[in-house]
């Protein structure tokens, strides 16, 4: 399943990049962030491994994110992998001719077992509904510094 979602920042792009490139700001953005450990490769670089983990009511999930293009402020793109479902996002960053920063995300779900195969087709609009999500507690955070760290 492929889509693409987009959202309007409105700071300035040098200002998003730095808020967004920043693995002390994501539990302020994605909701049941718990954690982030550094597996293989240059922290940050392309390449690079980091497990990340969450916790969603009582359920917890852990996903390995590979980063497959570094080159902001333009676009960050990386894989996100767990037991069950393969992602592969695209970001990229725009200035806007207000100053601001217009942000698209393309996102590929591919599911690895039978389970999320069913998953991505009865309910497909929940993944895209979180992608949005994320990008909106990203643009509270960035724009008012409002977290969803105690959400």
Avoid: C
């Avoid at 479902?85 to 200035?95: C, G, L, R, S, T």
């Amino acid at each position: 399943m492929k889509y693409t979602t987009e959202i309007k920042v409105n700071i300035p792009l040098d200002e998003f990049i730095k808020k967004m490139d920043s693995i002390e700001n994501m539990k302020h953005w994605q909701r049941g962030f718990i954690s982030a450990e550094h597996i293989s490769g240059i922290p940050g670089e392309l390449g690079s491994k980091m497990k990340l983990k969450y916790l969603f009511g009582k359920r917890k999930m852990q996903l390995v994110e590979t980063i497959t293009k570094r080159n902001f402020p333009k676009e960050f793109h990386a894989n996100y992998t767990t037991n069950s479902m393969h992602n592969a996002q695209q970001n990229y960053f725009e200035k806007t001719n207000e100053g601001f920063t217009k942000w698209i995300s393309k996102s590929e779900f591919l599911p690895l077992n039978l389970v999320m195969r069913i998953m991505l087709f009865m309910m497909p609009r929940t993944f895209k509904k979180q992608s949005l999500k994320y990008m909106q507690d990203f643009k509270d955070f960035a724009e008012n510094g409002t977290s969803v760290a105690n959400a």
